[in-house]
């Protein structure tokens, strides 16, 4: 089992589409449709919108904030926006794409309103963290994630996630949680692609201590 398997169960276990190409053909299907039923106020949508994506974002919230008021204060402004600029929304990039993003720019909004030093390094690059790889991160060799099967484990590595930098969780979390490409990734972070590798690879690197604890078979 890869990784990114792995790391899907630790966080979400739950079934995924057989074939990759459909899978994107009926995203694309469901983006189009959503973006006309947002342009059109289409009765009911958001009601469905909520009930479909409220539990991912409120979780993608907690890890990005750190903070489960914070993170409910800024769901509900989310879906404010959904509801005002849903007609934004053309559909170039899946929903969940857009509303992550929604999301990303409120927190740092907040973040900006409160301590009056923002969250910008989120947007910028060119530290050492950030230099591009000279490889790619492995997909198909067994990791530890492999051996995290108990609950216990998981919320283990879930805490753990907490623990790092949040360029590292912020991306960790999108590829293997919310399982978004790593090109929907770079538009959400407005990150390059290189960037989001290298972080994607630091962030694996920061979060293996924590498993091998949790599983210590894995070492």
Known sequence: MSAAAALRSIFAPGTH?????????LARQESLAIAE??????AGLLDELIVRYQH?????LIFLTGNREQAEDLFQEVWMRVLT????????????????????????????KRTMSSLDELFEVGGDDDRPLAYEVADGQ???FDRCASQEDRERVAAALLQ???????????????????EEIS???????STVKSRLYRGLAALRPFVEAASPEAV
């Open 17 to 25: 589409a057989s074939s990759a190409s459909a899978a994107e053909q």
């Open 37 to 42: 039923g947002l342009k059109q106020q289409q």
């Open 56 to 60: 991912r974002l409120l979780r993608y």
């Open 85 to 112: 600029r849903g007609g934004q929304f053309n559909a170039k990039a899946r929903f969940e794409t857009w509303l992550f993003t929604i999301a990303r720019n409120l927190v740092i909004d907040q973040k900006r």
């Open 142 to 144: 067994p990791s530890p």
């Open 164 to 182: 790092l930098d949040t360029l590292y969780r912020e991306v960790l979390v999108l590829r293997f949680h919310e399982d978004l490409s790593l």
């Open 187 to 193: 538009k959400v972070t407005r990150a390059p692609l």
